[in-house]
């Protein structure tokens, strides 16, 4: 079984539409990332969430951590086409450095 | 310093080959880690240094792989007698306490 859940996992949305994607587990972690990543890239950082409930903005993509730190989500509003790409949730467990990933949302935003 | 670099970025081998891949991690950086991606999958940890030494192996990383980083700087991953399954993109990432940095990865197709 996956640590962590991500649904869903395809999305294809048009210009301007809003998207919500999700994270889930059945653990509670101390802290969260998302990552984005594009066909060919190695993973890029977007935020790390660490308090219960937590939401942080990042131009048009909001994260919230769920109160529990047992979920997150992430929005994004007017999407563009520029968002496209496979968005990765990852945490890290138990004093280990090491990070476990999702299996990522593959988002795409067509013009 | 321009980030974290994998060479080659692609390699295509043939089965039962030897292949090395290298990763120069950002300069400061003390930890460096291996991942291995393939299709539909998000990230899965190989292995993690803290300078020289190799802290975390996986149990993916069969008695076919070896990671070295000889002198706390740059890394290289050697698997040995490539095998079908060991297509995917390997990725490199460094950090030096919180956000870990990836490379581009080295994209390897065994046939």
């Known amino acids: 079984t996956q640590l962590l859940e991500q649904s869903p996992q395809f999305l294809s949305i048009q210009e301007g539409e809003n998207l919500t994607v999700y994270c889930n587990s059945s653990s509670v972690f101390s802290s969260l990332q998302w990552y984005r990543q594009e066909p060919g890239e190695g993973p890029v950082l977007l935020v790390t969430v660490v308090t219960g409930g937590e939401v942080k903005k990042l131009k048009r993509l909001t994260f919230q951590f769920g109160d529990a730190r047992k979920d997150s989500s992430l929005h994004i509003t007017a999407a563009q086409p520029g968002d496209t790409g496979l968005y990765l949730c990852a945490v890290t467990q138990g004093g280990s450095e090491k990070l476990v990933f999702g299996k990522g949302t593959k988002l795409t935003v067509n013009p | 310093d321009t980030g974290v670099s994998q060479d080659p970025r692609h390699k295509i081998t043939k089965r039962g080959q030897n292949v090395t891949f290298r990763c120069d991690p950002i300069?400061?950086?003390?930890?460096l880690y291996w991942y291995r991606q393939t299709l539909g999958q998000g990230p899965e940890f190989l292995t993690y240094?803290?300078?020289?030494?190799?802290?975390?192996k996986s149990r993916l990383l069969s008695d076919r792989f070896s990671a070295e980083r000889p002198k706390g700087s740059f890394s290289t991953l050697e698997i040995q007698r490539t095998e079908q399954g060991d297509s995917a993109m390997y990725l490199c990432a460094s950090s030096s306490y919180s956000e870990a940095f990836f490379g581009q990865g080295t994209r390897l197709t065994v046939v």
């Open positions: 300069s400061e950086h003390n930890r």
């Open positions: 240094f803290q300078n020289e030494a190799q802290l975390e």
